[in-house]
Every structure is written in C-alpha cells, then in structure tokens.
C-alpha cells in the first residue's frame, strides 16, 4: 500500500468532520424518547472526560471526547483517563478501529474516496481554482495528478497537513490521534473494540454533500487567512478541555451551516440507542470527536434528557469519582 493510500484510510476515519445522517427510520425511533423529558439546556464545564451512569445499568461508563490529530507537543490525556480505560472492558469509537486493519476493508475505503463517473477536479474548478490548489499541493510535496479524483473533502483535510508530520502508530511523527493512541490502549488491554458507525457509513458523507460545493470548501480552505487561526483557536480550546468554546467554533463555521444537521446533529441523535446498547454489555469507554459531546444537541444533552446522569471528570474530583 502507498503513502497515498494510507493517508486516505488515516483520513477516513479521522477527520473531524467526517459523515452523513443516519436513516430517516432510525432517527425517527430515536426523538420520541429524547424529547420527553425536555430537560432544560446549561453550558457544561470544562472537561474532555465523563463518567456516565443510568439506573439500572450495573457498571458506569466513560465518554472522552477527542480531537482526531493534534501536534504531539499539544497532545495529553486529563487527569483519571488512564484509569477510565482501565475501568472498561471494551472502547467504543465513531467506527471500529479493527476495520482499518482489514485490508479488504481499507480497500473498500479507497475506492470510495474517489468522485464518480470519472469527475476530476478540473471539472470542478475554474483555470485560477485549480491553480491556487495545484500549486498548494506541489508545495506540500503531493503532485496534483495524484489527487486528481479524490473526493474534495479529503483534500481538505489534508491542507495544513504533511504525509512526513503523521504515523500511523503516532510514535515518529509529529502528528498525534487520539484515536489511534486509545486503540493501542484497547490493544494492550485486551479491550473489545467497537464503534458507534461503519467505515462504510461514514464514507457516505462524501456523496452527501455535491462535490461543486466540496470543491469550493477546498479552495475556501487554502486560501482563507482565517483557516489557521481557527485551527489554533480550536486546538487551544481543546487543551483547556473548553468543549462549548468548540461547539461556538464549529457552529462560526459557515460551511457548517448548511451540513451541520447532517454532520453533527443527526449523528449524535443515532448514537444514543447505541451507546445504550453498549453500556448494557460491560462498562464502556466512549471516544468520539470532542465536537460532538456539547451543545443542545450533543450527546451529553441527548443522553442526560434519555435518562443518563453525565458527570464531568475533572482535576479535582477525579481520583473521587472514578
């Protein structure tokens, strides 16, 4: 497998924003039950880690919320999320993390980050566009006509990011996922690995959205001086485990206003039944983009108006809570 194609699969699955709604079916059986109770929304503290517990459910579960790749220097865990881990007998993330040890899988995987019917970016750029992009790209050491047919958002998440800075182990790069960091845990642990979605159903996203409208959050994402400022402000709300300071960021975003429901809100609605699910097997620990976890309709809301109680694991309390 090349550097491309590995980047590819490193994308797929970690991407901060990287999937479509669920089934109208499944949505559908999922708000009755959260909109019963009606619980009244209040910002949440600041903590990336909590435990979750709901009557009737013997062992209490750990919900963590990450950020899919961040410089190693900025890269840490809080205070009791060792021994949360430890606590679990399996990790649950957005997908599972055995499939991208499938080849047949990972292959699966490339084959659908390629746009359709043949379309290339040129199709979808004017001569200036394609350019700017090109030129982009050759200065990050990626010929263009190695990346001629990928899927728009893929390039997008690949902007600010050199192949050389990431590992897949994340221990000779300069580029950390929690993700991967958690499933060499899981690994060591002898942890059961599942996750929330399949790689199949996140690739969905990139069919979801029309790739005329992808392509020109490509070019947006070059060019806009404010993309780095935005990554920083992320990244620095994250080390302060500021999870509402990154729901207001992403909601600022305006490419968000027109996906958010089908990024984000519709995803945290499936999830729900299934972490219940998962809950009832064993004691959990959840990890999924810290994105997803504040906001009315993040998945600390969803999940205490279904009946959970969600306590913020912080310095203070976490030895006393776990």
């Known amino acids: 497998m090349n550097r491309i194609q590995q980047y590819i699969i490193i994308l797929s699955s970690l991407v901060f924003f990287t999937t479509a709604c669920k089934s109208k079916q499944v949505i559908s059986e999922t708000l009755p039950a959260l909109k019963k109770s009606e619980l009244k ?3 949440l503290e600041k903590a990336l880690l909590w435990k979750i517990e709901k009557e009737g459910i013997e062992d209490d579960s750990y919900l963590f919320g990450t950020i899919h790749m961040i410089d190693r220097d900025d890269y840490f865990l809080p205070p009791g999320t060792e021994t949360a881990i430890q ?3 399996q990790m649950v993330f957005e997908i599972d993390m055995d499939d991208m040890q499938n080849m047949g899988a990972q292959m699966g995987m490339i084959s659908k980050a390629f ?3 043949g379309t290339s970016l040129k199709d979808l750029l004017s001569d200036e566009e394609y350019e700017i992009v090109k ?3 050759k200065e990050k050491g990626l010929p263009l006509m190695m990346l001629e047919r990928i899927k728009p958002m893929f390039l997008s998440a ?4 050199d192949m050389s800075d990431f590992s897949m182990g994340g221990k000779d790069g300069s580029i950390v996922s929690y993700e991967m960091e958690f499933y060499e845990k899981a690994q060591k642990n002898n942890m059961e690995v599942e996750g929330l979605e399949t790689m199949e159903y996140q690739m969905s996203i990139f069919d ?3 790739y005329e409208s992808q392509a020109d959050m490509l070019v947006e994402s070059i060019t806009s001086e404010a993309t780095d400022e935005m990554m920083d402000a992320l990244v620095e709300s994250y080390k302060n485990q500021d999870i509402e300071s990154l729901v207001e960021s992403i909601d600022e975003d305006e490419s968000m206003s027109d996906y958010g429901d089908m990024l984000l809100k519709n995803r945290n609605l499936n999830w729900i039944p299934e ?3 998962q809950m009832k097997e064993g004691p959990t620990f959840f990890a999924v983009g810290a994105g997803h976890l504040a906001g009315k309709n993040g998945v600390i809301h969803l999940l205490r108006e279904s009946g959970y109680t969600l306590t913020p694991i912080t310095k ?3 030895i006393k809570q776990i």
């Open 41 to 43: 929304y209040a910002p």
């Open 87 to 89: 606590s679990a007998e």
């Open 115 to 117: 746009m359709k019917n």
């Open 135 to 137: 030129n982009h790209f």
């Open 158 to 161: 690949m902007v600010d990011i």
């Open 208 to 210: 979801s959205i029309p």
């Open 275 to 277: 972490i219940g699910k």
């Open 316 to 318: 203070a309390n976490a």
